[in-house]
């Protein structure tokens, strides 16, 4: 990244992203330098910050998926106390605690921005990425792909991701916005780095790896809830008829 120029790190602008975009540029540039590729630089890049970011995903989406399960519960709620607000919100809290959901469970997707931002500002004052090719046709991670093969990849991807990922909202105006969100980040994506669309290629595929996992630990965890119920009523069934035989010895003495 820096070439032979000691002094260049210090006079770099980063601009307000500096705090996280210029650790991101030293990792780019140590795994540029044991790969000799900056694409596979940027990949590596993307799974550490995947894998840093996997636990509070994860949890963000355990609870969107918790909410979806609930919300016909929660549409309940809004219409049985909609003219007592502070009745519904303690409703709405109990609801949470019952199920185990964090209401702020999505709000740690937002910590992915900051990063994607801090990664665009990277690539756009880190001059080891101009004329850096990856493979096949691209041949500048800091130029847009000239076939939009990458943005349009992405934009699958997202999409496909974004059908993944539990949704409460019910209102069909507001699902069209939420889904076509994608492809008008898809139609930016055509204008960004390369480089930037590979990284949120990469994202979006772990990030759909991770969905189908959560998925599965949802279900699990449902499985066991569903047995320790069945093995509760057995317990409270077997009880009922050892009170009732004991009364009926009591009665014949």
Same mark, same amino acid.
């Given at each position: ?8 790190? %210090?006079?770099?602008?980063y601009?307000?992203?500096?705090v996280? !975009? ?6 780019l540039d ?6 000799? =590729? ?7 890049? *993307?799974?550490?910050? &995947?894998? @840093?970011?996997? #636990?509070v995903?994860q ?13 016909? /519960?929660? $549409? +309940? ?8 607000? %502070?009745?519904?919100?303690?409703k $709405?809290?109990e609801?949470?605690?019952?199920h185990?959901?964090? #209401? ?13 931002? !801090?990664?665009y ?7 080891? /990425?101009? =004329? !850096? ?8 991670l800091?130029?847009p792909? #000239?076939?939009?093969?990458l #943005?349009i @990849?992405s934009?699958? /991807?997202l999409?496909v $991701?974004?059908? /993944?990922?539990?949704? *409460?909202?019910k209102?069909t105006?507001q699902?069209?916005m ?11 994506m @055509?204008?960004?780095?390369s ?14 790896? $991770?969905?189908?996992y959560?998925? &599965?630990?949802?279900? &699990? ?7 320790e119920k ?6 409270? =069934? ?5 009170r009732?035989a004991?009364?009926?010895?009591? +009665?014949?003495v």
């Amino acid at each position: 990244v820096w070439g032979e120029d000691a002094n260049l790190p %210090a006079i770099i602008d980063y601009g307000f992203m500096e705090v996280l !975009a210029k650790p991101m540029a030293w990792i780019l540039d140590v795994f540029h330098k044991w790969t000799g =590729n900056w694409g596979l630089a940027i990949i590596l890049l *993307t799974l550490i910050v &995947r894998g @840093l970011l996997w #636990p509070v995903a994860q949890k963000s989406q355990v609870s969107m998926m918790r909410m979806s399960k609930i919300a016909p /519960l929660m $549409q +309940e709620i809004q219409e049985k106390y909609k003219d007592d607000p %502070a009745m519904m919100q303690q409703k $709405q809290l109990e609801l949470y605690q019952t199920h185990k959901i964090n #209401p702020f469970g999505c709000l740690p997707l937002l910590l992915q921005m900051p990063i994607f931002f !801090a990664l665009y500002r990277c690539i756009f004052v880190t001059g080891g /990425l101009y =004329n !850096a090719e990856f493979i096949f046709w691209i041949k500048d991670l800091s130029a847009p792909d #000239p076939y939009f093969i990458l #943005p349009i @990849l992405s934009v699958v /991807l997202l999409v496909v $991701q974004q059908l /993944l990922t539990p949704s *409460t909202v019910k209102n069909t105006s507001q699902k069209v916005m939420i889904y076509s969100m994608p492809v008008i980040f898809g139609l930016m994506m @055509l204008f960004l780095p390369s480089g930037l669309c590979l990284y949120m290629i990469v994202s979006s595929g772990i990030g759909m790896v $991770q969905s189908f996992y959560v998925r &599965r630990v949802v279900a &699990r965890e449902e499985a066991e809830e569903e047995e320790e119920k069945k093995n509760d009523t057995i317990i409270e =069934n077997l009880g009922s008829k050892e009170r009732r035989a004991a009364k009926r010895r009591e +009665e014949k003495v």
